[in-house]
């Protein structure tokens, strides 16, 4: 496993408030990935960073901001919470070459109220 | 119309039957990814292929460029084979989902 930590695992906020959610990996992985996950849809690109300091945006990426200071952490910010971001946040890697698939984190449940 | 297609959205099974998961997509990939989500769990990848069948344990999963379809199936099913089974095409950098199908398995 590629060693993902997803911290905090759990989140209770109130609208208006920012928050972040960090993603921590061990195994050096070009790529680290956050999706969001909610009923209904499949899970869905937020951003995502192919490297130190480079990152793009994804198909729902309105809201948030991430950043990747360094190759084991990459930030995802929400500046202002809304209820709409009310979700399962998962976090994911990838070597960046070969054929080779995402490793997930255990995922972090944000309620906004 | 979704790019990667499931179906069914839910299956319920009784142990011991053979059990087929569907995934059409739409888009050119370089391969197709099966993942598994155990409930309140993370995600863990199963398969990944590009052509032909692969087999692991009680899984298999196949599929055919041509048509744009693979399949997932689990022979002899099991109660903890219960998860949400999700297909994904990936396509350069990024994983295109589907919106995965929930089996339960009853003993």
């Known amino acids: 496993d590629a060693g993902i930590t997803q911290s905090p695992r759990h989140k209770v906020t109130e609208t208006g408030t920012p928050v972040t959610l960090r993603c921590h990996q061990t195994e050096n992985h070009r790529y680290m990935y956050w999706y969001r996950q909610d009923p209904g849809h499949g899970l869905r690109l937020i951003h995502y960073?192919?490297?130190?300091?480079?990152?793009d945006k994804g198909e729902v990426s309105d809201g948030y901001s991430v950043s990747r200071s360094k190759t084991e952490d990459f930030l995802l910010t929400l500046e202002s919470a809304t209820s709409s971001q009310t979700s399962v946040y998962f976090c994911?890697?990838?070597?960046?070459?070969?054929?080779?698939?995402?490793?997930f984190g255990d995922g972090t449940r944000l309620s906004i109220l | 119309k979704n790019e990667v297609e499931q179906s069914p959205q839910n299956l319920t099974a009784q142990e011991g039957e053979f059990i087929t998961i569907n995934c059409s997509y739409s888009v050119g990939i370089s391969a197709l990814h099966w993942l598994q989500q155990h409930p309140g769990g993370g995600i863990v990848s199963l398969f990944m292929l590009s052509s032909g069948k692969k087999k692991h344990g009680r899984l298999i999963a196949t599929i055919n460029i041509q048509e744009k379809h693979s399949s997932l199936h689990i022979t002899a099913s099991h109660p903890r084979d219960s998860a949400v089974y999700i297909c994904a095409a990936s396509n350069t950098d990024k994983l295109i989902f589907g919106t995965g199908t929930r089996l339960q398995v009853f003993p």
């Open positions: 994911a890697t990838h070597r960046g070459y070969g054929n080779q698939p995402q490793h």
């Open positions: 960073s192919y490297g130190v300091k480079d990152t």
